[in-house]
Nanobody, 114 residues
Framework: QVQLVESGGGLVQAGGSLRLSCEAS????????MGWYRQAPGKERELVAN???????NYADSVKGRFTISRDNAKSTLYLQMNSLKPEDTAVYYC????????WGQGTQVTVSS
């Protein structure tokens, strides 16, 4: 089992920044894919960014150039630096951890006011 705990969400004005963190614990292995997803009210959950343990990252087109995903493997922690936030970034953000199965965090609310 792997447990994921997210933190760092909150309320911010448009143009502002937030940094999300996700700490993994339990049966964490070195080869994995960790990512951030988000779900806005009335919409499906969507990928924001992925971080592969080998170093590759990818991003949704809507956040490219504004968001940066990174990880600290020694701390088993994933980050998402979000800059130039827009009201349409408002959502619950979820951390995911994937090996041969997937795990999800409880989610953290990000609200961007206009």
């Amino acid at each position: 089992q792997v447990q994921l705990v997210e933190s760092g969400g909150g309320l911010v004005q448009a143009g502002g920044s937030l940094r999300l963190s996700c700490e993994a614990s339990g049966s964490v292995v070195s080869i994995n894919i960790m990512g951030w997803y988000r779900q806005a009210p009335g919409k499906e959950r969507e990928l924001v960014a992925n971080s592969f343990s080998g170093g590759i990252t990818n991003y949704a087109d809507s956040v490219k150039g504004r968001f940066t995903i990174s990880r600290d493997n020694a701390k088993s922690t994933l980050y998402l630096q979000m800059n130039s936030l827009k009201p349409e970034d408002t959502a619950v953000y979820y951390c995911s951890y994937r090996t041969w199965r997937s795990y999800w965090g409880q989610g953290t609310q990000v609200t961007v006011s206009s």
